[in-house]
């Protein structure tokens, strides 16, 4: 895949990139390896100014990033404003939390007694360069919520970004340039997925993040894992969005457009199998189809645009052929199942209500990365459990209901790592996100994103003397 800008308004390549030579990947890593050896040893104070100055340079350069943004994947400038907000107040939290976050532990005094220490403590300690392999969809975020959290716990970062948002990448090292961090503490390395082996194996790299793709993720770990390195995977979802007989129909069909074509419709928490309860199926499909009609799908730089255009010709023709696939087993399109007329360039696609939809077609089992949503209708909870866990993803979920009886049986039943009742999910700095099953696995964000890439390590005193 080609390292440039392409405007998916228009289909343009605007700016292309040459991958970086072996030599200049050679001296970022040695610059990496002399920032992590210095870094690793500055006070939660200095990092703290540090991510506290980015910060302040990022809500600066919100207008001008959110546009670039657009420019190179599509999502409309208000959610891409929006997306800079969110890192902002990301890295002002952990700014203000990791050193309480990273404090040092003391095991219970019974314990450290009787492991026969005077005492005991456990220490967080960086685990040095960590690799991002990262995503074009939240081309800010995703990169931010791994980087506030790995810089204040005393790592230094490489980010390999996806080709399609160059700009943004090197916006990035820019940014915490400006900062002032020392040379090396975050460096972008314009490469392509094929040059991702050889720096994951590098000694001096100790372990990798990556948000993408399962095959993406797959080809990763299994490298990491043979070189017995620590990851993080941050991947696909089909989240289930169930809406039970006492939900509040209204507001349950209203979030459940925006937890669609949110970002275009792709994201990957985005709710994408809506599994509605025979009581309430026909109310909820009427007001939700009309909502999802009602949405205005144009050029993302325009502030009305509510869904712009996919991010590359690629990824709007696997979204075509899944609904195809769909469409030629039976499904039926209450909305949408096509592109719309009045955009002649660029990749487009409507927003898509399937029903009828059954476990044969593809759609069934695979992600849905655009404003696609399939509708069905079950007739109890336990059918509408069983069919929201019938897939091989478990990122997150969403429930509407009133009756406590049937939330206590969703937290305890849905595969997911997160269950969110009576709204959408939606990612916050000081709650955990992640998932189980082909989703990946290991956490970001919260305590339990910064202690990821930290060696949780056992100081045992003996008596001295
Ligand atoms: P992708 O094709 O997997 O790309 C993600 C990153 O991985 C890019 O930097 C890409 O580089 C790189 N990459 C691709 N194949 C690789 C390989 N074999 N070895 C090493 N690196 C490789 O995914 P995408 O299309 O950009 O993003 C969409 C997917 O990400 C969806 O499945 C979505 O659900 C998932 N996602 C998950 C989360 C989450 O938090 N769980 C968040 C956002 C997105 P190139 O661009 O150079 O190919």
Partial sequence: MPIA???????????????????????RLAAADTARAR?????FAERALLLNRAADLLEEDAPDIARTMTTEMGKPVKAAEAEAAKCVKTMRWYARHAEELLADERPAQADVADSGAARAAVHYRPLGVVLAVMPWNFPLWQVVRFAAPALMAGNVALLKHASNVPRTALYLQDLFGRAGYPEGCFQTLLIGSDAVESVLRDRRVA?????????AGRSVASVAGDEIKKTVLELG??????????????????TAVTARVQNNGQSCIAAKRFIVHAD????????????????????????DTD???????????????????????????????????????????????????????????????????TLYRVEDLDEALELAN??????????WTRDDAEIARCVRDLQAGGVFFNGMTASHPGLPFGGVKRSGYGRELSGHGIREFCNATTVWYGSAG
Avoid at 17 to 27: D, K, S, W, Y
Avoid at 39 to 43: N, P
Avoid at 242 to 252: G, K, N, W
Avoid at 390 to 399: A, C, E, H, K, Q
Wanted: hydrophobic share 30%.
């Fill in 5 to 27: 800008t392409v405007d998916p308004a228009t289909g343009e390549t605007l700016e292309t990139f040459e991958p970086l030579p072996p030599a200049e990947i050679e001296r």
């Fill in 39 to 43: 870094y690793r040893t500055s006070g």
């Fill in 207 to 215: 372990a990798a993040t990556l948000t993408g793709s399962e095959p």
């Fill in 237 to 254: 979802g089909s989240d289930p969005y169930i809406v039970l007989s006492s939900a509040d129909v209204e507001r349950a069909a209203k």
């Fill in 280 to 303: 309430v199926y026909d109310a909820f499909r009427d007001r939700f189809v009309a909502g999802m009609r009602e949405l205005t799908v144009g050029d993302p730089m325009n502030e």
């Fill in 307 to 373: 869904v712009g255009p996919l991010s590359s010709e690629r990824g709007r023709a696997d979204l075509e052929e899944l609904v195809e696939d769909a469409l030629n087993r039976g499904a039926t399109a209450l909305c949408g199942g096509q592109r719309p007329k009045e955009q002649e360039r660029g990749w487009y696609y409507s927003p898509t209500v399937l029903t009828d939809v059954t476990p044969q077609m593809r759609i069934h089992r695979e992600e849905t990365f655009g404003p696609v949503a």
């Fill in 390 to 399: 019938d897939t091989p993803f478990g990122l997150s979920s969403n429930v």
